[in-house]
T-cell receptor, first 115, second 116 residues
């Protein structure tokens, strides 16, 4: 069965510093991996996805993520954090072996960027 | 382009009462999803539609929950009767269909339900 883990409930970083939000996954086939961000009282907003090809994926608002097959990870990164990046971040996975139709979301990581 | 629209945004009801949520997906999106999001957790799929057909409703508690998408566009999710444990955010999402899982889902703002 497919699963996804976000090992940190909260990540704290100072503005201007690089940030990393961790995600690991488990699937039987090839993974389709997604990152979403959620601001208070809002729905999830798509940031980026990995389907195939280049392991480094660039997305919205300067975010990027690196797919690492050997470590089954898809960590979200940004070179320089902004206070406005403070939000709840969700990693999600789909398993190509199941037709890729069921999305499993992680529990979320709250990012707090301090000015 | 308009995003996914949901109404109401907030709903407070007493237990045992019925409640309904409405979703209008992005124009042209054949696939529609209803998710449940409990506080501090990620969304969990309740039901997925391809056009008007419910193709995955395995996680929908069918004793009290029902959904419909009669014309393959907008959709309604109903709970009858509501229980205290149903308090959560109900999210609707939509996507293009047919790329085997690679398609991006776009989410609405959600309906926050409080059952008293």
């Amino acid at each position: 069965a497919q699963s996804v883990a976000q090992p940190e409930d909260q990540v704290n970083v100072a503005e201007g510093n690089p940030l990393t939000v961790k995600c690991t996954y488990s699937v039987s086939g090839n993974p389709y991996l997604f990152w979403y961000v959620q601001y208070p009282n809002r729905g999830l907003q798509f940031l980026l996805k990995y389907i195939t090809g280049d392991n480094l994926v660039k997305g919205s608002y300067g975010f990027e993520a690196e797919f690492n097959k050997s470590q089954t990870s898809f960590h979200l990164k940004k070179p320089s954090a902004l206070v406005s990046d403070s939000a709840l971040y969700f990693c999600a996975v789909r398993d190509s072996n199941t037709g890729g139709f069921k999305t499993i979301f992680g529990a979320g990581t709250r990012l707090f960027v301090k000015a | 382009e308009a995003g996914v629209v949901q109404s109401p945004r907030y709903k407070i009801i007493e237990k045992k009462q019925p409640v309904a949520f409405w979703c209008n997906p992005i124009s042209g999106h054949n696939t529609l999803y209803w998710y449940l999001q409990n506080l501090g957790q990620g969304p969990e799929l309740l039901i997925r539609y391809e056009n008007e057909e419910a193709v995955d409703d395995s996680q929908l508690p069918k004793d009290r929950f029902s959904a419909e998408r009669l014309k393959g566009v907008d959709s309604t999710l109903k709970i009858q009767p509501a229980e205290l444990g149903d308090s959560a955010v109900y999210l609707c999402a939509s996507s293009h269909s047919g790329t085997g899982g690679a398609e991006t889902q776009y989410f609405g703002p959600g309906t926050r339900l409080l059952v008293l």
